[in-house]
């Protein structure tokens, strides 16, 4: 399909869909709704491609998220939802920098939201800012206390500061999580040792072989 099809397609289903919402809204006061059917059309277009970019970033379909949704981020700077998602769409197409200051926006306008804060420091430490991951990611681990993920980038981010210690004990509780996860075991093993604490590290880089030869 053409994209000037792929657009016409966009506007029939848009108007398909808020068609009932559109005609009840002409019915109250013609008059009224035929001076304000532009400011109308725009709401509804608006709301129409928000919900577009935003199943897009869903559904993994970033390079689609992106297109869409910048035109509804130019339109309303204070969206928490699209900020999210759109600066997630951006880093996984390769845009960190622009994704990230996006994704520092949805925490600004909801910095109680968990799941825009647990984005956040994921992301601080896949930009390997670990210093600004750590506390972010400490309050999300209370409210998330069974989320692997969360645990073992955390331990990393830790590691990463020279805090060993707390990172093992933040590997370990990951590790309680997937006992079988070669990873995590590795993590700690060289926690371990950077800390100079080699017989402590044996068992883990023992375990972490282990693991990874029955999965070969």
């Known amino acids: 399909m053409s994209s000037k099809s792929s657009d016409i397609v966009d506007e029939l289903n848009l108007y398909t869909h808020y068609g009932l919402s559109v005609t009840k809204k002409l019915g109250v006061r013609l ?6 059917a532009f400011s109308v059309d725009d709401d509804i ?6 919900d577009k970019g935003i199943g897009h970033a869903k559904n993994g379909r970033y390079a689609q ?3 869409v949704l ?3 981020w130019d339109n309303d700077g204070d969206d ?7 600066g997630i769409a951006c880093v996984k197409t390769g845009e960190g920098e622009r994704g990230l ?6 925490h600004q306008l909801d910095p109680a939201n968990t799941k825009v804060s647990t984005v956040l420091g994921l992301t601080y430490v896949q930009e390997q800012k670990y210093d600004l991951a750590v506390p972010l990611l400490i309050k999300v681990a209370e409210a998330n206390p069974v989320n692997f993920n969360i645990r073992y980038r955390l331990g990393v ?4 500061l020279g805090r060993f210690a707390e990172a093992i004990d933040s590997f370990k509780i990951a590790a309680g ?9 590795r993590a700690i093993a060289y926690s371990f040792e950077q800390m100079g604490n080699h017989e402590e590290a044996l068992p883990y880089f023992k375990k972490a072989n282990e693991l990874e030869g029955s999965a070969a």
Request: hydrophobic share 50%; proline share 2%.
């Open 45 to 50: 277009r608006r709301s129409y491609y928000r």
């Open 80 to 86: 928490v939802d699209v900020a999210l998602h759109l």
């Open 65 to 67: 998220a992106v297109a």
């Open 70 to 72: 910048d035109a509804v």
């Open 31 to 36: 008059v009224d709704a035929f001076r304000d």
């Open 157 to 160: 981010a830790l590691d990463n």
């Open 101 to 106: 200051a996006l994704i520092e926006r949805a």
């Open 177 to 185: 999580m997937r006992p079988n996860d070669a990873k995590v075991h």
